[in-house]
């Protein structure tokens, strides 16, 4: 019988004695933050969510809380009175990261109430949008150093 006493990354491999380069913490047991998975489509069109909110913000609801669900995992959503917790709000907005598939599905994918989905996939195709038609954030930033309203 194997014993698995220590955590250890399943994608690369990384423990606590011997972390990635540059450092690394838990995601979940067995999930560094360095093999969190990675989507630059998704960052380049709706980008991140910390982009969207004030610093310090926190979110307080989980997405199951809200009735989202990952859309390949098979599981009850609430077990003996406990939501079953692996959804949560992926770094990239309009986004859901499932910590078991480790992946990132768009919002309205995790959402089995098709009314309520229809009204996710419509306001992130708006926030997508009203992204792309924005300042490129590093030259919002400059314009922001000189004052150019008077
Ligand atoms: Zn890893
Ligand atoms: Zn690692
Ligand atoms: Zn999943």
């Avoid at 399943?10 to 998975?37: F, H, I």
Wanted: charged share 30%; net charge negative.
């Amino acid at each position: 019988m194997k014993k698995e006493t220590k955590e250890k990354c399943e994608v690369c491999g990384c423990s606590d004695n011997n972390p990635c380069k540059g450092g690394c913490s838990w995601e979940r047991p067995n999930l560094c933050s360095k093999c969190v998975s990675k989507n630059k489509g998704v960052e380049d069109i709706f980008g991140l969510r910390e982009e969207y909110l004030p610093p310090n913000a926190h979110i307080f609801d989980f997405p199951c809380e809200l009735g989202y669900h990952c859309p390949v995992c098979k599981y009850e959503p609430i077990i003996d009175g406990n939501y079953d917790e692996r959804l949560e709000w992926s770094e990239y907005s309009c986004f859901i990261w499932c910590s078991v598939c480790n992946k990132d599905y768009p919002s309205a994918l995790c959402m089995p109430d098709i009314e309520r989905a229809v009204d996710i996939y419509l306001t992130s195709t708006k926030e997508a949008i009203n992204r792309a038609k924005k300042i490129p954030r590093n030259e919002f930033e400059k314009k922001n150093l000189t004052p150019q309203n008077e």
